[in-house]
């Protein structure tokens, strides 16, 4: 009979019962991928800075008139024009622009065509007309900012985002394992949330989806847990909220084994990782993607957010800090890519609230508009995207203390991901609704033409 | 039987009919276990007796004379008790012991204290007024966030005016939205004060980001649009109103011997801008005041904006009661905030009461509804740990919740961002968002944190483990379940207790049934009976409460 002593006892012995189950799961898992088309495989990774990183000191003007400009605007945040990383090539009108000094891993990966620098996107309604009335919904606002970056629709709430509705199309209500397309290692977002699916949360610790306790482990301890938890989750729950959780612990309980099982079953990459978060959870999703077969996906997306970027103070602290570690996680993943052969099929982007004016507030920078950001991969054509603004206060673009008003917008940055994805030019607009207000779907010429 | 039908159909459309009269009200002890489970932070079996003896609007009374229990009094015993050498071997392997303390007094003052209803509003407060540990810097210093909570519980039965004020000069605020410090604009050097403060007091402690009608509901323009409560321009005015703060004592300067978490920021009018100012809704600030005249009517503007009233209601009824209060009920909250009937306006004491005792709020769960919310991860782990009598054999509970918040991904004032850790309109995917509905805390319960709360509770309940810090001169907490061990033969009578305790009468008989059948070949009582928990606290019966 069990007692609490037996029960705690073989709550330790799974280490042995548990290869035996990842293995006879794992073949399971490899069986079913042999149908799976996976050389076709393609991934979006999305990076969301948020709290508004100030891009404008990521991306900085090198040419001396516009450096100036630079320097005005700034005043005390500005970054001193020797220490810029300067990057090759040059943007519209043959303007030079050089990186934050801590981000030569990032130089490295643009100078070598891996990496491409998209300037100046934000959210729009439709481009630009300078009328005030016509600005996104909470504009300079965090919640809402994010939100729409994550929609691509500025002028509505919604739970929804381009990523779910990608899902929604691609992978449909009901992944066969129950582990969505779409894997977030920063939990539930709306990026990942569709009509029908919603983002499969895992950690970058371990393999990644925590199971229950010894559910299951092929002792009779586990049986009998397996018998108490399922009989539980068997009971019908009328209620909307107690049915919503009852299926969110469903899903988690069915999912997890065939996961956890396939990525403890990959082997050990050889890249090394820094040990920050960033770093650690790029390191998951390239366990993640070599782990694709026995997970039978041929698409997925990743989200993982980086915080602490909201820096009305100490901006240049603090980003001195961050920025390094955001390249050197990029440099990282590039190259864990590389070992798996997947650097073609695999595109890493940056997202972030807003950018921040170009002013300061004496020790940093408030909540802005437009914003530079970094699209990275083999499949990348590498130079600048989109257009860098003449500084100039008297700038029709410049909304105040240096907000620059976005020359592309979100949709069409978006529309290049989803297509080169593998969405449809005739199901574009269901993934990014506004998408005709800036580029007609079915046009010969890609959106922004960053990608191959 | 087509003729059959039709009188039932018609039976049926009166029972629908009936209930939208007034919902009959719950009573008695399942009352009393629901209004704990609401205004406390879990009660065991005695005390909801007790609750339903005194009656829930006397209860609240009592609770509101009750003396409030302060957390920075515990960092200093913590503190005093480090200078006499106490913690010098627990030192030897952590020197980071002082960043615990607020936690360790968060964690002792929640599970032991008497005043449990100041203290979960504080905490409900904690969730609106956002600071967190998440900025590393307020890990430094040990009062920071026990002192910013002692100001939370300090008005949570006051008036909300004084509350937004004491928020604003707070120096932990200060430090987590940068207005401390914040200078006056220097046009030669381009620079203009800080508008951080200025957009989150309006956005999210005051009166959102569209009008609203007094039910809560958005009032919309002509052409259906909202209507924004006010644009950046009024942003650039409240941040010139809010520069010239910094630590009392301090000469507006930042240094390490400067810094004060004890005592409000003080005005250095040097630093704040000077001139017209113009507030909300038109109103002047003249030229001329002093920082702090100017720091005043802005709180006086925003306090008196007609959204505060509904805004701050909605909010406080998500965090206290249900996830979708009707906007009938906001209206309710909302009109005694208003102090339509007292003539005071902002009075905490008016607003809790009609949260907690709106007739909606006590009206009989409905086990098929939508009404209730999602417990707090966090919250469920404390009440737990409430309801089983957990107690230290030194009478000092030592927690640090870092193993907690690691599972839950939820700790008091520990939040990502100041938005906290879900927010309010987040609307899973699903059933729920095509219901129109919102449940918040969904947020933060996801494939991952799903498992691995449901393993800490089993950690907790089976594994016997009830505090994180128990080396010399900690100790390990134990629990009591003498409640139930006396029940642990009658499964039928111990899972009665367990759903009056827990889930107050919600719990469906089919998970009482399986919990019955699953503890029924144990022999061992003591296990027995932690199972019945364990599966009671796993299962979405308690999960979600109605």
């Known amino acids: ?452 | 039987m087509g003729a059959m039908t039709r009188p039932l159909t018609l039976a049926l459309l009166l029972l629908v009919c009936v209930p939208l009269a007034e919902a009959a009200r719950l009573k008695g002890d399942e009352a009393a276990s629901r209004l704990a489970s609401r205004a406390t932070f879990g009660m065991p079996y005695e005390a909801i007796l007790d609750m339903a003896d005194t009656g829930e609007r006397r209860w609240l009374r009592q609770q509101f004379k009750t003396p409030m229990s302060s957390h920075d009094a515990i960092v200093d015993e913590l503190v005093a008790l480090q200078n006499a050498g106490l913690f010098d071997e627990l030192l030897e392997n952590n020197n980071n012991l002082d960043r615990v303390y607020r936690r360790l007094a968060w964690w002792h003052t929640t599970m032991t204290a008497e005043d449990q209803l100041r203290q979960r509003v504080a905490f409900a407060l904690s969730e609106i007024f956002v600071v967190s540990d998440n900025l590393v810097v307020l890990q430094d210093y040990p009062y920071a966030l026990s002192n910013y909570y002692d100001m939370l519980l300090t008005h949570a039965f006051g008036n909300y005016r004084d509350l937004l004020l004491a928020v604003t000069l707070h120096p932990t605020m200060g430090v987590y939205l940068s207005h401390l410090g914040n200078a006056r604009s220097n046009p030669d050097a381009n620079t203009f004060p800080d508008e951080n403060y200025a957009r989150e007091v309006m956005q999210l402690f005051s009166i959102g980001l569209f009008e609203l009608n007094e039910d809560g509901t958005e009032k919309l323009d002509k052409d259906g649009q909202p209507i924004p409560t006010y644009d950046n321009t009024d942003i650039e005015e409240f941040a010139k109103i809010f520069t010239g703060l910094s630590f009392a004592g301090s000469n507006f300067q930042i240094r390490r011997n400067t810094v004060n978490f004890r005592e409000p920021m003080q005005m250095y009018d040097a630093f704040h801008e000077p001139g017209k100012k113009t507030l909300l809704q038109g109103e002047v600030v003249p030229a001329g005041q002093s920082g702090l005249e100017d720091v005043e009517q802005a709180i006086d503007n925003l306090f008196n904006h007609p959204n505060v009233g509904p805004f701050f209601s909605k909010l406080l009824i998500q965090r206290l009661v249900m996830s979708n209060p009707s906007p009938a009920y906001v209206s309710r909250v909302a009109a005694a905030f208003n102090g339509e009937d007292t003539g005071v306006r902002g009075d905490m004491q008016a607003v809790i009461e009609a949260v907690l005792l709106d007739k909606e709020a006590r009206a009989e769960p409905d086990k098929r509804g939508q009404a209730g919310k999602l417990r707090e991860p966090l919250l469920r782990v404390v009440a737990a740990l409430r309801q089983l009598k957990v107690f230290s054999p030194d009478g000092f509970y030592a927690n640090t919740g870092l193993i907690i918040q690691e599972n839950t991904q939820q700790h008091a004032l520990s939040a990502p961002s100041v938005f906290n850790f879900y927010l309010p309109s987040h609307s899973p995917v699903g059933a729920i968002a095509d219901a129109g509905l919102v449940a918040p805390e969904f947020q933060i319960t996801n494939s991952s944190t799903i498992v691995t709360v449901s393993n800490m509770l089993e950690a907790a309940l089976i594994g016997d483990v009830a505090n994180d810090l128990f080396r010399a001169p900690f100790t390990a907490a134990e629990y009591d379940l003498s409640d139930f061990m006396p029940l642990a033969k009658k499964p039928k009578k111990l899972l009665k207790r367990i759903d009056l305790v827990m889930t107050y009468g919600t719990m469906s008989g089919k998970t009482r049934n399986h919990i019955r059948s699953t503890i029924g070949p144990i022999d061992d009582p003591d296990l027995r009976v932690r199972l019945a928990l364990f599966l009671a606290y796993f299962s979405p019966d308690y999960a979600v409460e109605l």
């Open chain 1, 1 to 452: 009979m069990l007692n609490r002593r037996r029960f705690l006892t073989h709550s330790c012995s799974l280490g042995v019962a548990g290869a035996t189950l990842s293995s006879s799961l794992l073949q399971l898992g490899l069986a079913r991928s042999v149908s799976a088309q996976t050389e076709d495989y393609r991934a979006l990774v999305c990076i969301l800075l948020a709290g508004g990183n100030d891009s404008y000191n990521m991306l900085v003007p090198r040419d001396n008139d516009q450096y100036e400009a630079y320097r005005d605007y700034r005043s005390d945040l500005a970054l001193p024009k020797n220490q810029l990383l300067p990057l090759d090539g040059s943007a519209d009108g043959g303007r030079r622009y050089g990186l934050h000094p801590g981000m030569a891993g990032l130089q490295s990966l643009f100078n070598g065509g891996d990496a491409a620098m998209l300037c100046n996107v934000g959210t729009l309604l439709e481009p630009w007309t300078g009328e005030p009335d016509r600005v996104p919904l909470g504009l300079y606002s965090h919640a809402d900012q994010i939100q729409q970056w994550q929609t691509s629709v500025a002028d509505q709430r919604m739970a929804q985002g381009w990523g779910g509705r990608i899902a929604d199309i691609l992978q449909g209500p009901n992944p066969a394992n129950g582990i969505s397309m779409n894997i977030s290692l920063s939990g539930s977002n709306v990026f990942q949330s569709g009509n029908d699916t919603a983002e499969y949360s895992i950690s970058a610790q371990g393999n990644g989806a925590p199971g229950l306790n010894n559910y299951d482990n092929g002792t009779p301890e586990g049986d009998f847990r397996k018998a108490m938890v399922d009989g539980l989750l068997a009971v019908n729950q009328p209620h909307i909220l107690r049915k919503e959780y009852r299926q969110r612990l469903q899903t988690a309980v069915d999912a997890q084994q065939l996961f956890s099982a396939a990525l403890g079953a990959t082997p050990e990459l050889s890249t090394p990782f820094s040990p920050s978060y960033f770093s650690q959870s790029l390191r998951q999703i390239a366990r993640v993607m070599s782990a694709r077969e026995a997970l039978g996906v041929s698409r997925q997306t990743f989200f993982v957010l980086v915080g602490g970027w909201d820096h009305h103070d100490e901006v240049l602290v603090n980003q001195a800090n961050m920025l390094p570690q955001i390249s050197d996680g990029l440099v990282e993943f590039r190259n864990a890519m590389l070992e798996l052969g997947l650097h073609d099929q695999v595109t890493t982007f940056t997202t972030s609230d807003f950018g921040r004016t170009l002013t300061s507030n004496g020790r940093g920078s408030d909540h802005g508009w437009g914003g530079h950001h970094i699209v990275m991969g083999g499949a990348v054509r590498g130079g600048f995207y989109g257009q860098y603004p003449e500084l100039d206060p008297a700038s029709p673009l410049d909304t105040g203390r240096g907000r620059y008003a976005p020359t592309t917008s979100v949709d069409e940055y978006f529309a290049e991901l989803a297509l080169w994805l593998g969405v449809s030019p005739s199901d574009l607009d269901s993934v990014l609704p506004n998408i005709a207000n800036f580029y007609s779907p079915g046009a010969a010429s890609a959106p922004m033409g960053f990608l191959l």
